[in-house]
């Protein structure tokens, strides 16, 4: 029996349980199938489930549940493996770049870009700075950023796009264009 999208609501916790235990299994699965994670693929499924309970008013399902929670689990899913292949870009970069600091004009051009990512950092709203500073230096994700904080997601997102417009602007003449797209998009 397909659960129907009005029974999904905070006053029917039987409902929502039941869907839960229902579909959990499968799209963890499916979820590991595409992550090849097994910790990675569960969080990606409560983290549904959690976007799913927080916001079912907003939620409007128009097919069935079943193949919403799919669609979730595949859309998550690339978002994952596109935060991977991002940081994996920074990773392979930092590592070269740790690799050519070696001689000395390499050690002041990287003291005089730590400078003004500073400068430019100071430069940000509190709220913009802490978001944005908790992304991407902590490696937290948006929802763990907003629990820490007490701030719905979509603030999240919003200062985190805030801060990227204003760094890229501020940094852009001290960053070739693609080294600043792989440390500021995501």
């Not at 935060?83 to 001689?103: P, T, W």
């Amino acid at each position: 029996m397909e659960i129907n999208s009005y029974q999904i609501n905070r006053d029917n916790e039987a409902a929502f349980e039941q869907l839960f235990k229902k579909h959990f299994r499968g799209m963890h699965s499916y979820a590991f199938t595409l992550v090849k994670d097994d910790m990675a693929a569960e969080e990606i499924v409560q983290n549904i489930f959690y976007k799913l309970w927080e916001k079912e008013e907003q939620i409007e399902i128009r097919e069935s549940v079943s193949g919403y929670l799919y669609r979730s689990v595949y859309n998550d899913c690339l978002n994952y493996l596109k935060h991977l292949k991002v940081r994996d870009a920074y990773q392979s970069y930092a590592m070269e770049q740790d690799r050519s600091v070696n001689n000395t004009s390499s050690r002041l051009e990287l003291g005089e870009l730590e400078k003004h990512l500073e400068k430019a950092l100071n430069e940000l709203p509190e709220k913009c700075r802490t978001i944005f500073q908790m992304s991407r230096f902590e490696e937290l994700r948006y929802q763990e950023i907003a629990d820490r904080l007490g701030l719905p997601v979509k603030t999240i997102e919003n200062q985190m796009g805030k801060a990227l417009r204003l760094l890229r602007i501020k940094l852009a003449d001290f960053l070739p264009t693609s080294i600043l797209l792989i440390l500021l998009t995501c």
